[in-house]
């Protein structure tokens, strides 16, 4: 299954509502789709899973959507930690990964 | 805390072996299927392998089957990876990472390591 993501870059000012899109090539069952945030020389950290579901400690800032193949992670206000890579990952097969959207500081 | 401590990484020549430790702590690492997934500047990341809680079971991408093997010595909470006839796509830093429900094969990871970095050289 692969994964797109859009847009690769988006630049943002902190404050502002970031929203990235993640398309799978099939439908992917029982939404299993995950979202990381990945910072500069860290491991990538798990954000959201089932497509919408929030991980323990993840601020409510992050929301998961979607479902079949369209899924969409929202940032409803950017803080300065937020500025990072982030990756949707499907696991409704052997597991694949979006190549990823930065979120950079406009 | 959940901890994962990655070890093994290095240079190594085309057509050689490694090996990778992954020392778990913080939680009953038994309960616990577990992966390694690597990331490359220009393969992003990509799933290497699975090993289910008790170690009976294994899965691999068509990238690395036959030439990597996933173990895992559940009296001592280490993870490892071998790895054979490397060439220079299988270059990246290496995350041993852990499925975020115990038991199940829900395929996506609440806890990463560090990384660990495999330079293929020619």
């Known amino acids: 299954i692969v994964l797109t993501q859009s847009p690769g870059i988006l630049s943002l000012s902190p404050g502002e509502r970031a929203t990235l899109s993640c398309r799978a090539s099939?439908?992917?069952?029982?939404?299993?789709l995950a979202w990381y945030q990945q910072r500069p020389g860290q491991a990538p950290r798990l954000l959201i899973y089932g497509a919408s579901s929030r991980t323990t400690g993840i601020s409510d800032r992050f929301s998961g959507s979607g479902s079949g193949t369209d899924f969409t992670l929202v940032i409803s206000r950017l803080e300065p930690e937020d500025f990072a890579v982030y990756y949707c990952?499907?696991?409704?097969?052997?597991?694949?990964f979006g190549q990823g959207t930065k979120v950079e500081i406009k | 805390q959940v901890q994962l401590v990655e070890s093994g990484g290095g240079v190594v020549q085309a057509g050689g072996s490694l090996r990778l430790s992954c020392a778990a702590s913080?939680?009953?690492?038994?309960?616990?299927?577990m992966h390694w997934v690597r990331q490359s500047p220009g393969k992003g990341l990509e799933w290497v392998g699975v090993?289910?809680?008790?170690?009976?079971?294994?899965y691999y991408p068509d990238s690395v089957r036959g030439r990597f093997t996933i173990s895992r010595d559940n009296s001592n909470n280490t993870l490892f990876l071998q790895m054979s006839s490397l060439s220079a796509e299988d270059t990246a830093v290496y995350y041993c990472a852990k499925e975020a429900s115990p038991y199940t094969s829900g395929w996506y990871w609440d806890y990463w390591g560090q990384g660990t970095l495999v330079t293929v050289s020619s």
């Open positions: 913080g939680f009953t690492f038994i309960t616990y299927g």
């Open positions: 990952q499907q696991y409704g097969g052997s597991p694949t």
């Open positions: 090993i289910s809680f008790g170690g009976s079971t294994q």
């Open positions: 099939q439908s992917l069952s029982s939404s299993k």
